[in-house]
C-alpha cells in the first residue's frame, strides 16, 4: 500500500510516503531554531510552527515522491505520546486530508513508529538500512528508544499487536539529561552534540559520577527481579554534575568542561548500554534496533555495539535521519498495519499525550 505518514509529536514536523517496505519521501521541517533562545522546546510554539510548516511539508512530500494524494491508499498519523497541542495539529491536519480524499485513516503510537522504521528496505539513496530486512523483523526483537523525550526497552513480539515495555526512565529523559547539563556547562540548546564533541577532548575517567538505579536494592536479581533493574534514572547525575561545578568555582579553580563532558557522557552512555543489555540476555532478545534522537551519540553506538557483541546480540541502526523523529517511520507503520489486516482508526479519535506503547494503533 502507499502510505502518507505525518509526524507532529515534538518539534518536528514529518510528512514521510511509503509503499510498502519502500521508503519514497521523508520530509521533516523542524522549528528547532525557534526554540533555542528557551533552551528547550516552547510547547506553544512548537504547535505554531507546525501550522505553518504542515502544508508545505505535506506538498514537498508529495512532488518529491512523484504522487498525488489521490494515488494514496491511507494516511498515518502520529496520535501520540507527545506535546497535547503538537500532537494535535498533526491529527488535526490528518483528519482534514482523510475527509477531503475519503482514505481510511491510522492513528499510530510514536514510539512503536520508532521501531517500524526499521522494516523499511535498505537502499541507500533512501536512506533506510537498519539491516532488519524488508518487512521481516527477527523474532525475539527488542528496541532501545533514546531521545528527548524518551528512554525505553521494549520487547517486540508483533510490531502491530504486540508490544511491552520492559524499561524505561523514571525522571528524566537521555536527551533532556544531555541538553539540561548542556546548560549547566554553558554549551547552549540542543546540549547532545554539544556534549558528544565536546566530549572527545576530555578524561571520561576524571570524574565518576552516578549511574542511576544500578544499586542492588534497585536491581535485585535475574530470577527475583528489582524494582528497578530495567528502567533509568538520570536526574541524580544532572545534580551530581551542577555540585561538581560548584565545587570547582568555590575552590576558585578553572571548570574542566571537556572532562565533566566526557564523564558525564561515560555514566549516561554506561548505564543505558548495560540495563539494556541485561534486559535483552534475561528476555531472550537476539536483536536490538537503536532509535531516536541521542542514537546519533557516537559513544552510545560505540558501547552498546560492543556490548551486544559481547553478548551475542545484534544491533541495528537505522540512519540518523530516520532515527530522529518523522514522517516516514508513520507511514511505514500505518503500512504494516494495513498489511496485517488491521483496521484503521476512524476520525473520532483524540491524541492522547500518554499513549502507552502497549497500544500500537487506536482501534475505530
Ligand atoms: P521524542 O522523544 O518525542 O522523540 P525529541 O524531539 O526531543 O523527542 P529527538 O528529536 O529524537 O527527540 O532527539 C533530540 C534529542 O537528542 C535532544 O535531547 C538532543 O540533545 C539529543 N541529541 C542529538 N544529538 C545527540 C548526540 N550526538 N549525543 C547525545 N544526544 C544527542
Ligand atoms: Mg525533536
Ligand atoms: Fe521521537
Given at each position: 500500500p502507499l502510505v502518507l505518514g505525518i509526524e507532529s509529536s515534538c518539534d518536528e514536523t514529518g510528512v514521510g510516503i511509503v509503499r510498502g517496505t519502500t521508503l519514497l519521501t521523508n520530509t521533516v521541517s523542524s522549528s528547532m531554531d525557534e526554540h533555542v533562545r528557551f533552551g528547550g522546546v516552547i510547547p506553544e510554539i512548537a504547535s505554531r510552527a507546525h501550522l505553518d510548516a504542515f502544508v508545505p511539508t505535506l506538498q514537498e512530500s508529495l512532488h518529491e515522491a512523484g504522487v498525488t494524494l489521490e494515488d494514496i491508499d491511507a494516511i498515518a498519523v502520529?496520535?501520540?505520546?507527545?506535546?497535547a497541542g503538537a500532537l494535535m495539529v498533526g491529527v488535526c491536519a490528518a483528519k482534514a486530508l482523510a475527509v477531503a480524499t475519503g482514505k481510511p485513516l491510522y492513528a499510530i503510537n510514536h514510539l512503536v513508529a520508532h521501531v517500524g522504521v526499521?522494516?523499511?528496505?535498505?537502499?541507500p539513496d533512501a536512506g533506510a538500512a537498519a539491516g532488519l530486512g524488508a518487512g521481516q523483523l527477527p523474532e525475539n526483537l527488542g528496541a532501545l528508544l533514546v531521545s528527548g523525550g524518551h528512554t525505553e526497552i521494549l520487547r517486540i513480539r508483533s510490531i502491530t499487536d504486540d508490544v511491552e515495555l520492559l524499561g524505561s526512565t523514571i525522571d528524566d529523559a537521555a536527551g533532556e539529561a544531555y541538553d539540561k547539563v548542556a546548560r549547566i556547562l554553558g554549551l547552549g540548546y540542543p546540549g547532545g552534540p554539544a556534549i558528544d564533541k565536546l566530549a572527545r577532548q576530555g578524561?571520561?575517567?576524571s570524574i565518576r559520577f552516578p549511574r542511576g538505579l544500578t544499586q542492588p536494592k534497585y536491581m535485585?536479581?535475574?530470577?527475583?527481579?528489582?524494582?528497578?533493574?530495567?528502567d533509568w534514572s538520570f536526574s541524580g547525575l544532572k545534580t551530581a554534575v551542577a555540585r561538581c561545578v560548584e565545587q570547582f568555582e568555590a575552590r576558585g579553580e578553572e571548570v574542566p568542561v571537556a572532562d565533566i563532558a566526557a564523564a558525564f557522557q561515560e555514566a549516561v552512555v554506561d548505564v543505558i548500554s548495560s540495563k539494556a543489555v541485561l534486559a535483552c540476555k534475561e528476555n531472550g532478545i537476539t536483536d536490538v534496533l537503536l532509535g531516536g534522537g541521542?542514537?546519533?551519540n557516537s559513544r552510545l553506538r560505540e558501547l552498546t555495539r560492543q556490548r551486544c557483541t559481547s553478548a551475542g546480540i545484534t544491533l541495528h541502526v537505522p540512519s540518523l535521519d530516520l532515527c530522529t523523529d518523522n514522517g516516514a517511520m508513520v507511514a511505514a507503520l500505518g503500512a504494516q498495519l494495513i498489511m496485517a489486516g488491521i483496521g484503521p482508526s476512524g476520525l473520532t479519535f483524540a491524541p492522547d499525550s500518554?499513549?502507552?506503547?502497549?497500544?500500537v494503533s487506536l482501534p475505530a
Open positions: 502520529t496520535s501520540g505520546p507527545g506535546l526499521g522494516l523499511l528496505d535498505g537502499k578524561n571520561p575517567k535485585g536479581t535475574a530470577e527475583d527481579k528489582g524494582p528497578h533493574r530495567y541521542v542514537a546519533a500518554s499513549m502507552p506503547v502497549t497500544s
